[in-house]
């Protein structure tokens, strides 16, 4: 019985992902004390230096910096594990009040900006894969490079600016309205930052689609269904994207796992208030506490979608389940 | 994290280099990023050697938010600065930031995979832990969390991209490790008595290296757009040293009033990633023999 559960797959991906997120901890607990000064310098600033030896030591007990590393870190993780991810004094909260509020937030940027993404990439991808090395596959590819090669910030700069500047349209300087309190203001105020990160991510999707789809396009079964008269359309969506769906859901995934992280810029451009924002803010005032809590647990939403693709393809694609 | 198996991927037979140059001109995107890359790379050798009409960083006031003209060939920044030469040693910066930073990444990534897959046990399983904990990370916010540990000069966060794509390198060069080592020429090697690090470097890695050109040269395209993200967060190059994602975040308020402040350093971004996206794509069809004659 203990065996088969053993050598199940799913669970064995769980323990691998359990060991990466104890991984994780280290790491970042090991980089974040690698930074020169401590909590007690980085709360009193030039202050620190008028304490008296006396003073710092009872300050350095308080913060338990007096415990050896090890304890630090397992005191850390015991914190962590009761919900305890430290207080952030400039915002005068606890971090996972912080993070609670941060989070649907950036959840809602990344699940629209995949939105857009899959709504350009993919009929694109198709496009150019329809009739490779055509007008119209070079025109798919260009919007493709064009999307790998603008940098977020400045499309996100630019149309910042110049839609203020040419039509007054800026949303975003309004102060951030939730979606539940004022549902109208906010989707106007996602609009922009959604736009610009879903045109980076459709260009890996859009490459992937029309890879994936010209490498289906060829196969037998293909030949088979257009031969026994399947009429064009059902056959490009029926037979061939649903074939080359599993490298687009997994790409698909992995886009959505950086977006949960990697919108740090986009946000503080349009001044979203999520995840990748709130680390910012945190180095900047140089919160270290908030800023160790926060990339945890960054890592670990990263770490469960990836999870969570590699299950869905299993249940898209049934040879990948033997 | 997720365990993207490589598939098993044969290297191409080796062709001589001044070959695969040719190749890589007579390839549409391969030719394009060639020039692109070429010109920026002369451009940032130029002002490296203080070719350029004006100094980078010198202030001169009188003349500020000059429109571009022939004095100025992109006009002057809000202190009088000339854009032409700030945004060629803006290039400049990026592109060392980039290369010693994939440097880096490659030649540790490479060690890493190498190792792995090669000799399979207990490296192998450390080295993937390693990978996984790293790739756990969304890859901008690890730069950024990295970057802001170290003191920052261009080493430091070259070192903090760096990190980034070591995971990425020992993934892409672990996979035809795998198949290698089962090769008959590697196996014949081992049963002739050679030593397992000989084997490793002297059978293995040549057979590789198109696989790491292809890799480093879109690293290189990642690299040059971190880099400018974490300087446009103000996590970059300190100033006065002009960097193109700093120049581009101080022209954010003079967009309608002095346009050139960021369209001279925006586009040159751009044209830089473009150039070498263009020139990995190329050096892709041209090396891996998987996409010859399919595109």
């Known amino acids: 019985m203990l065996r088969t559960i053993a050598r199940n797959r799913v669970v064995k991906r769980l323990a691998a992902a359990l060991l990466t997120l104890f991984g994780v901890a280290v790491f970042v607990f090991v980089m974040l004390r690698a930074i020169p ?12 230096a008028a304490l008296t030896p006396a003073q710092r030591a009872a300050l350095e007990s308080y913060y338990g910096l007096d415990q050896p590393l090890i304890t630090q870190f397992f005191s850390w993780m015991g914190n962590l594990l009761t919900g305890n991810l430290g207080f952030s004094s400039r915002a005068q ?15 809602e940027l990344a699940v629209l900006s995949i939105l857009f993404a899959l709504v350009i990439g993919i009929p694109l991808g198709m496009l150019s894969a329809s009739k490779p090395d055509s007008l119209r596959d070079g025109l798919g590819q260009t919007v493709g490079l064009a999307g790998l090669s603008v940098p977020a910030f400045l499309l996100a700069t630019m149309l910042l600016s110049l839609l203020a500047t040419w039509f007054g349209f ?15 203001l906010n989707l106007q105020q996602m609009l922009l930052p959604a736009l610009v990160l879903g045109f980076g991510i459709a260009a890996p999707i859009m490459r992937t689609t029309r890879t994936a789809v010209l490498e289906v396009r060829s196969d037998d079964f293909i030949r088979t269904a257009r031969a026994k008269g399947v009429p064009p359309r059902r056959l490009q969506l029926r037979h061939v994207l649903r074939n080359a769906l599993v490298p687009i859901v997994t790409m698909t995934g992995l886009q959505f796992g950086y977006l949960l992280g990697g919108a740090v810029v986009v946000e503080q451009i349009f001044s979203v208030p999520g995840i990748g924002r709130q680390v ?7 919160e270290y506490a908030l800023v160790q809590s926060t990339v945890l647990v960054i890592a670990l939403t990263f770490v469960i979608v990836n999870l969570l693709t590699d299950l869905l393809y299993r249940v898209i694609d049934p040879r990948v389940r033997s | 994290m997720t365990d993207i198996s490589q598939t098993a991927q044969l290297p191409p037979a080796t062709r001589s280099g001044s070959g695969r140059l040719r190749s890589l001109w007579r390839s549409g995107s391969g030719r394009a990023g060639l020039i692109i890359v070429g010109v920026l790379v002369l451009f940032s050798l130029a002002s490296f050697a203080g070719l350029m009409p004006y100094d980078a960083i010198a202030q001169d006031p009188p003349s500020r938010l000059l429109p571009p003209s022939g004095d100025h060939l992109l006009g002057t920044d809000q202190f009088g600065r000339d854009v032409f030469s700030r945004v060629a040693a803006g290039v400049a910066n990026s592109a060392l930031i980039a290369v010693v930073a994939v440097a880096f990444a490659a030649v540790v990534g490479t060690l890493g995979g190498l190792v792995a897959g090669f000799y399979r046990g207990f490296s192998d399983s450390a080295i993937g832990g390693v990978t996984n904990v790293l790739f756990a990370f969304p890859p901008l916010l690890l730069a950024l969390a990295l970057a802001s540990v170290f003191t920052r000069n261009w080493f430091t ?18 996979g035809p490790v795998l198949t290698l080592r089962e090769i008959e020429y590697v196996k014949a090697a081992t049963s002739t008595g050679q030593r397992k690090s000989a084997i490793m470097m002297r059978h293995v890695l040549p057979n590789i290296t198109s696989i790491i050109i292809v890799q480093v040269t879109l690293s290189l395209s990642w690299a040059v757009l971190t880099e400018a993200s974490l300087s446009f967060l103000g996590l970059g190059t300190p100033p006065p040293a002009p960097s193109l994602g700093l120049m581009i975040y101080d022209a954010r308020a003079l967009l309608t009033v002095a346009p050139w402040t960021m369209i001279a350093p925006g586009a040159v971004v ?26």
């Open chain 1, 37 to 48: 000064g401590d909590q007690i310098s980085a709360n009193l600033g030039t202050e620190a």
């Open chain 1, 93 to 107: 909260a606890s971090v996972l009040d912080l993070t609670l509020a941060a989070l649907p937030v950036t959840f």
């Open chain 1, 170 to 184: 800026n949303p975003n300087g309004r102060g951030f309205a939730p979606l539940f309190t004022d549902p109208l």
């Open chain 1, 280 to 286: 910012l803010l945190g180095i900047q005032q140089k």
């Open chain 2, 157 to 174: 966060i070259a070192v903090a991209i760096a990190v980034v794509y070591v995971p990425i390198f020992i993934r892409v060069v672990r």
């Open chain 2, 270 to 295: 751009v044209l830089l990633v473009v150039g070498l996206n263009l020139l990995g794509d190329g050096l892709r069809d041209t090396l891996d023999p998987r996409n010859r004659g399919r595109r």
